[in-house]
């Protein structure tokens, strides 16, 4: 008698995976769309106003949902059924932008810019729950063994938008300053054909007993607190996309110094979008050699390493070449935790934990990018590079000490 080793069957092909597809490419063209209106909304607001602070107060609007919304967002994502909250959020969305050139057509000039102002609050409010509902949605239709390749194939969407979405929407703009726009519109229009096409239900069957929206907010805040490892991705996210904010930052304070023309800083820009496409390709063969915990270490010591020499290069080449390691490393950083935190995070408070999350990431991003610009105009740019530099030795240190942080490997494992 002989003993025979049972193989578990492996998982379709995410490309064979109908759902997961159509949901992808419904994302891929939506988000080159929205790239389109972030770029032109602000061209737009400085064309009425003739003012940088007004189009400020259009992207502060904007982001304002995040810190005020996230956690009511993520329980009710939790309790509604996730396709109808992403089809109703994908047609408010559409019906957004497109309400556009309708404001535009207003004499008023006050008016018109409250209303635009109006529309930017919204379109922040709208997405808040349309990703908070994609997050879990994908964390469902994707097996736990594939999520790091499914985040790194969205990441693509993101690096390829960075890349193309800033030239797409300028050369519309440049037409007409309603055709961005108009183009957005059209691609929610297509996003929302393919979630009308997905056949899964995107989430377990729901409970029938729902309590006070305050008590299910407090079973994600318990979930969470019992969690270090999930606990301590939220707060080491947080302060490293600060950081890639600060390297933004530090680039266009470095350029303006050295008087580097603004065809230059476009292509040290467009060096990250190029880190993060390739930070995405390396994401799942990285992920079946390497464990999780020493991942991450690996990404924020790269991090430790490039970040101070912002206050020492100052040629296009150099930069450009830093940037981009910088946003490789971010990439791989990023796709690791968000698949770790899909893997981990119980069906039914995917939307809690993840509103949680944006929470989190926002205020920080929100107040950590006021400080920093102070501290760009008071204190320059290598006293802001040790600052921040500072933060990073920091939870890198501690990434090493905590045991929960080394021992973390994703559930498959």
């Known amino acids: 008698m002989t003993n025979t080793e049972v193989i578990p069957p492996q998982p379709v092909s995410l490309w064979r995976n109908r759902d997961y597809l159509l949901l992808w490419l419904g994302n891929a063209v939506s988000s080159l769309g929205t790239s389109c209106t972030q770029f032109a909304f602000p061209l737009l607001i400085v064309g009425l106003t003739r003012s940088i602070a007004a189009a400020s107060l259009a992207y502060s609007l904007g982001q304002l949902p995040y810190v005020l919304l996230s956690l009511p967002a993520g329980s009710l994502v939790d309790r509604w059924p996730r396709k109808r909250v992403m089809l109703l959020s994908t047609f408010c969305l559409m019906v957004c932008v497109a309400s556009i050139p309708l404001v535009l057509s207003l004499s008023s000039g006050l008016l018109r810019l409250l209303l635009l102002y109006a529309i930017a609050f919204g379109l922040g409010a709208i997405s808040l729950f349309y990703e908070l509902a994609g997050f879990a949605a994908l964390a469902w239709i994707v097996p736990k063994s594939q999520l790091t390749t499914a985040v790194a194939q969205n990441e693509v969407i993101v690096g390829s938008s960075a890349l193309v979405g800033p030239a797409l929407g300028s050369w519309l703009f440049s037409i007409s300053r309603l055709l961005p726009f108009v183009t957005d519109a059209l691609s929610s229009l297509i996003l929302l054909g393919s979630l009308f096409s997905i056949r899964s239900p995107m989430q377990d069957e729901r409970r029938t007993q729902r309590h006070h929206l305050l008590q299910e907010v407090r079973e994600g805040l318990t979930w969470l607190r019992e969690h270090m490892v999930i606990r301590s991705i939220f707060l080491i996210s947080s302060y490293v996309n600060l950081t890639i904010t600060a390297s933004m930052l530090l680039v266009l304070d470095i350029v303006q110094q050295q008087h580097i023309p603004s065809v230059l800083y476009g292509l040290i820009g467009a060096c990250g979008g190029v880190g993060n496409l390739l930070g995405a390709a390396l994401c799942p063969p990285l992920q079946r050699r390497i464990r999780f915990g020493l991942t991450l270490r690996c990404a ?62 926002f205020s920080v991003q929100t107040l950590g990018s006021f400080a920093l610009g102070l501290s760009l105009e008071h204190l320059g740019v290598l006293p802001t590079v040790g600052i921040v530099w500072s933060g990073l030795l920091l939870i890198t240190g501690w990434l090493f000490l905590s045991r929960h942080m080394r021992q973390a490997t994703f559930p498959h494992e």
């Open 300 to 361: 924020l010591v790269v991090f430790v390493v490039l970040f101070p020499l912002y206050g020492f290069i100052t040629t296009p080449l150099l930069l450009g070449a830093v940037f981009a390691a910088i946003a490789l490393s971010d990439s791989i950083r990023a796709i690791f935790m968000d698949s770790y935190r899909f893997a981990v995070v119980p069906d039914v408070l995917q939307g809690r934990v993840n509103g949680v999350s944006r929470l989190i990431l």
